[in-house]
């Protein structure tokens, strides 16, 4: 079997996980040591397949949240601000830095937040 049939082969066994992700706003994800740990959105997927990139069968991925993804990037991101930090502490320098993020929710914006109960927080 010539690589060009096979990487079609490949590529058309995976048009279920594609369906579902798309339609449960799922990525692909896949981690060995070879390729280490691998998120694709099912568009950038198809980008690297365009390319001839990450042509894996189907045992080789699995559908996952991206907000998983995010919440392992946010905790990399609090890793590394803390060793600036420490490393700044250790440098006797004053600088600091921090972390924020800005939620675009409605929920969250501080207009529609509960109120204080401020006679309990004394």
Known sequence: MSQHVLE????????PLFERAENESLWFYHYSKE??????????LRLCHDKGRY????EHWELRSP?????????????LVDEYN???DRMKLEE??????VSTNPADL???LPPVDTDSAE
Do not use: F
Not at 55 to 58: A, F, L, S, T
Not at 67 to 79: N, P, R
Not at 96 to 101: F, G, V
């Open 110 to 112: 501080p207009e529609n």
């Open 35 to 44: 390729a280490g740990e691998v998120w694709c959105s099912p568009k950038y």
């Open 67 to 79: 907000l998983i993804y995010m919440k392992s990037l946010k905790y990399k991101a609090q890793e």
């Open 96 to 101: 600091k830095i921090e972390l924020s993020s």
């Open 8 to 15: 079609h082969a490949i590529m058309l066994s995976l048009e």
């Open 86 to 88: 420490e490393m700044a």
């Open 55 to 58: 042509i894996w069968g189907p």
